[in-house]
């Protein structure tokens, strides 16, 4: 009956907590908007939202109000069933892959061996009589060493705090890019159901985009995974803080993954998919109150994902130079500062950028993954292999990337332009004859 009750009530405590997240995550989603607006009107020299509360700080609260208030039209021409499907995808997606990113100090999930072989060796028993046997001998080898069983580590593991909605998945980094990818079919659902040319366009690119580059990104995260030993995220943070951060090993994978992540998140220069300038807003241009809110949501929500991922893959996480030592209370709030600020410094790079580069053309998009990101990610990863099997120092990655990195860029500044095939027909008026046709290479440059 006390197991009854205590199952019960830890249930409606972990729903309370995830309901808490989700409504942090949503607010913190209203208030990087601000944020953008700010850094926006810094970067072009002007004064951005102050009108709502003192320096503008209530202007999320305004917007959300507006959205709701606002009349929602769905226009006649749309196959209404996908119109409405596709802003609850986007949302629904960028929440649920949020569910195995750490967001503050956890602990690493014990692994349970097999001590019935030499040497012993992580086993996901198959059948309960297989588990009973593994855990028998785990028994066996913790009264031989007096070590805790794995029974007792789990127990602890579970009765510590872990800053993660769902901790203790081993396949966490695979999820969240397995569920992160079926973002694609909101963006693309959403163009192709608005029955526009605007909105199809940017769907058309948006699933060319966001399929290539999770390619590099994937292979980016191979070398990390490889070196650390886990799919688990709390793992590969464990792991940073005993070895050091992942990016002094490998900066070109880290490269590679930021990069990546630009283009999952349609931010520019990768923002193809909504091109104002070309495609009215692409993808949403028919959406309007809060179905464009939901696809805003979800944006943002990713993108604060993602640059928790790029903490915790490559920069430690919630660890910094000192704070392992820490406990407690203070010890807690001091890793989630550490790991919050982090991913703010993230998301206002993400936001830098907007200001600074310009879009890429489509064919340079494209370019881009497959003749760059792509062969770097696989020569990173064949860096890592011959480290791991000839169990060199880690070390040697770092040289190894920077190389290979700076010898890109080297014979990037010599390799030749590569000129229009074409002739350039000028469209100008001409005295007479046909339009003129430019053949000189020197023009063309």
Same mark, same amino acid.
């Given at each position: 009956?006390?197991?009854?009750?205590?199952?019960?009530?830890?249930?409606?405590?972990?729903?309370?907590?995830?309901?808490?997240?989700?409504?942090?995550?949503?607010?913190?989603?209203?208030?990087?908007?601000?944020?953008?607006?700010?850094?926006?009107?810094?970067?072009?020299?002007?004064?951005?939202?102050?009108?709502?509360?003192?320096?503008?700080?209530?202007?999320?609260?305004?917007?959300?109000?507006?959205?709701?208030?606002?009349?929602?039209?769905?226009?006649?021409?749309?196959?209404?069933?996908?119109?409405?499907?596709?802003?609850?995808?986007?949302?629904?997606?960028?929440?649920?892959?949020?569910?195995?990113?750490?967001?503050?100090?956890?602990?690493?999930?014990?692994?349970?061996?097999?001590?019935?072989?030499?040497?012993?060796?992580?086993?996901?028993?198959?059948?309960?009589?297989?588990?009973?046997?593994?855990?028998?001998?785990?028994?066996?080898?913790?009264?031989?060493?007096?070590?805790?069983?794995?029974?007792?580590?789990?127990?602890?593991?579970?009765?510590?705090?872990?800053?993660?909605?769902?901790?203790?998945?081993?396949?966490?980094?695979?999820?969240?890019?397995?569920?992160?990818? @079926?973002? =694609?079919? $909101? +963006? *693309?659902?959403?163009?192709? #159901?608005? %029955?526009?040319?605007?909105?199809?366009?940017?769907?058309?690119?948006?699933?060319?985009?966001?399929?290539?580059?999770?390619?590099?990104?994937? @292979?980016? =995260?191979? $070398? +990390? *995974?490889?070196?650390?030993? #886990?799919? %688990?995220?709390?793992?590969?943070?464990?792991?940073?803080?005993?070895?050091?951060?992942?990016?002094?090993?490998?900066?070109?994978?880290?490269? @590679?993954?930021?990069?990546? +992540?630009?283009?999952?998140?349609?931010?520019?220069?990768?923002?193809?998919?909504?091109?104002?300038?070309?495609?009215?807003?692409?993808?949403?241009?028919?959406?309007?109150?809060?179905?464009?809110?939901?696809?805003?949501?979800?944006?943002?929500?990713?993108?604060?994902?993602?640059?928790?991922?790029?903490?915790?893959?490559?920069?430690?996480?919630?660890?910094?130079?000192?704070?392992?030592?820490?406990?407690?209370?203070?010890?807690?709030?001091?890793?989630?500062?550490?790991?919050?600020?982090?991913?703010?410094?993230?998301?206002?790079?993400?936001?830098?950028?907007?200001?600074?580069?310009?879009?890429?053309?489509?064919?340079?998009?494209?370019?881009?993954?497959?003749?760059?990101?792509?062969?770097?990610?696989?020569?990173?990863?064949?860096?890592?292999?011959?480290?791991?099997?000839?169990?060199?120092?880690?070390?040697?990655?770092?040289?190894?990337?920077?190389?290979?990195?700076?010898?890109?860029?080297?014979?990037?500044?010599?390799?030749?332009?590569?000129?229009?095939?074409?002739?350039?027909?000028?469209?100008?008026?001409?005295?007479?004859?046909?339009?003129?046709?430019?053949?000189?290479?020197?023009?063309?440059?």
């Amino acid at each position: 009956m006390g197991t009854s009750l205590e199952l019960g009530f830890n249930f409606w405590i972990t729903l309370l907590f995830i309901a808490l997240m989700m409504g942090v995550l949503q607010g913190t989603c209203a208030y990087l908007i601000l944020a953008e607006r700010k850094i926006s009107a810094w970067a072009q020299d002007r004064l951005g939202p102050n009108r709502v509360g003192p320096w503008g700080l209530l202007q999320p609260i305004a917007d959300g109000i507006k959205f709701l208030l606002k009349e929602d039209i769905i226009p006649d021409h749309v196959d209404k069933l996908f119109y409405l499907l596709a802003p609850c995808i986007a949302v629904s997606t960028a929440l649920l892959a949020f569910a195995v990113v750490p967001f503050g100090p956890t602990t690493p999930p014990p692994v349970l061996l097999d001590y019935r072989q030499v040497p012993p060796q992580a086993v996901w028993p198959q059948t309960v009589e297989e588990e009973k046997a593994v855990l028998e001998a785990d028994r066996e080898h913790a009264k031989r060493t007096n070590d805790k069983t794995y029974e007792e580590k789990l127990k602890e593991y579970n009765d510590t705090i872990q800053f993660v909605i769902a901790p203790h998945v081993n396949i966490g980094i695979v999820f969240n890019f397995a569920v992160g990818s @079926l973002a =694609v079919y $909101g +963006v *693309l659902l959403g163009g192709w #159901s608005s %029955n526009d040319k605007y909105s199809m366009l940017g769907g058309l690119r948006s699933s060319a985009q966001l399929i290539s580059y999770e390619i590099p990104m994937g @292979l980016s =995260v191979l $070398g +990390v *995974l490889a070196v650390t030993g #886990s799919l %688990n995220l709390e793992t590969i943070i464990d792991y940073q803080v005993k070895h050091g951060w992942n990016v002094f090993y490998q900066p070109l994978a880290a490269l @590679l993954f930021i990069t990546s +992540v630009f283009a999952e998140c349609n931010r520019l220069p990768f923002d193809l998919p909504e091109a104002e300038q070309e495609l009215v807003g692409g993808y949403h241009t028919e959406y309007s109150a809060m179905k464009f809110a939901l696809f805003f949501l979800g944006e943002y929500t990713h993108m604060i994902t993602t640059s928790f991922l790029i903490a915790i893959l490559f920069f430690g996480g919630w660890h910094f130079p000192g704070t392992n030592a820490l406990s407690g209370v203070g010890g807690i709030l001091v890793k989630l500062i550490v790991i919050a600020a982090k991913m703010v410094l993230f998301i206002i790079f993400f936001m830098l950028i907007r200001w600074t580069l310009p879009r890429f053309r489509f064919d340079q998009l494209m370019g881009l993954t497959w003749k760059v990101l792509l062969p770097l990610a696989l020569v990173n990863i064949v860096c890592v292999i011959i480290i791991k099997q000839f169990h060199l120092s880690e070390w040697l990655l770092l040289p190894l990337s920077l190389g290979t990195l700076f010898l890109v860029a080297g014979l990037a500044l010599y390799m030749p332009r590569q000129r229009p095939r074409a002739p350039i027909r000028l469209a100008a008026h001409v005295a007479s004859g046909p339009p003129a046709v430019l053949q000189d290479h020197e023009i063309i440059d």
